[in-house]
């Protein structure tokens, strides 16, 4: 809506300024100075003078030029950084999920087995009891809920 409103302010706006850059008139006055203006006096000879927009490089556009730049850099460390922080996380997720299908994996395996055993130093297997087996389920138990949050994964 405000778009709307503004439109013909900023049309006629452009048509004023290119008009006026337009009608730029120069004069000698009797005593001979040389005048420029938009509206010569009555019965001089005046000729149109071509303008052409010119740079206004001022002091206060290299500034506010420099401060741009600065911006748009820090706006895009900004964003480097936070997409990689989102890399990270994202990774970092990944993993976790990963590890918490291990977990279980691991622990229904453990918990579906009649017999459990280990590998000892020489390679042979010992077999666990029943309070082994019961402390290697708890332990799965506890990776589960770490690496699962509770197991709401």
Avoid: N
């Avoid at 900023?10 to 001979?32: E, F, K």
């Avoid at 706006?75 to 480097?80: K, L, P, Q, V």
């Avoid at 890399?87 to 990963?98: D, G, H, N, S």
């Avoid at 590890?99 to 009649?114: H, N, P, S, T």
């Amino acid at each position: 809506m405000t778009w709307l409103r503004l439109a013909p302010a900023l049309g006629l706006a452009i048509v004023t300024q290119a008009t006026a850059a337009g009608s730029i008139q120069r004069w000698t006055d009797a005593a001979g100075q040389v005048h420029y203006g938009d509206r010569p006096p009555a019965g001089v000879d005046a000729q149109p003078v071509e303008v052409r927009p010119g740079s206004t490089d001022t002091p206060a556009d290299r500034t506010r030029r420099a401060r741009t730049e600065r911006l748009l850099e820090v706006i895009e460390t900004e964003r480097a950084e936070r997409a990689a922080a989102e890399e990270k996380a994202r990774a970092e997720r990944e993993a976790r999920a990963a590890r918490c299908d291990r977990a279980r994996r691991e622990l229904a395996g453990v918990e579906r087995a009649a017999l459990l055993y280990v590998r000892d130093a020489a390679g042979e297997r010992r077999y666990l009891d029943d309070g082994e087996r019961g402390a290697a389920i708890e332990k799965l138990r506890a990776a589960v809920g770490h690496w699962c949050k509770g197991g709401s994964q």
